[in-house]
Nanobody
């Protein structure tokens, strides 16, 4: 049973920075190099959207256009953790940020919500 626990959400001013963390547990260790770990966000009244994803084996990443150059996703495999460094925050970045994951069975990692089997409870980011 995979569990994802996020932390790091807070209220910041426009232009500020935050670092979100997600710790995964319950995965079989042999899958460490073939997971897709992603961050999604959902603003009030909006659809949940994928923000960034990282392949834990290839260390490749993908971002939505609106955060490129401002957000960085990274991982620490030894800690089964993934991070989202967010710089230059804008009010439109506010929302509930979710960590999500699935195993890569050969199709690679994409920011498609339907692919993700495991979800955390979310951490709130407020930008004013």
């Amino acid at each position: 049973h995979v569990q994802l626990v996020e932390s790091g959400g807070a209220s910041v001013q426009t232009g500020g920075s935050l670092r979100l963390s997600c710790v995964a547990s319950g995965y079989v260790q042999s899958t460490r190099s073939r997971r897709c770990m992603a961050w999604f966000r959902q603003a009030a009244g909006m659809e949940r959207e994928g923000v960034a994803v990282i392949h834990t084996g290839a260390d490749t990443t993908e971002y939505i256009d609106s955060v490129k150059g401002r957000f960085t996703i990274s991982q620490d495999n030894a800690k089964d953790s993934v991070y989202l460094q967010m710089n230059g925050l804008k009010p439109e970045d506010a929302g509930l940020y979710y960590c999500a994951s699935h195993l890569d069975h050969g199709a690679g990692c994409r920011l498609l919500r339907s692919r993700y089997a495991n979800w955390g409870q979310g951490t709130q980011v407020t930008v004013s």
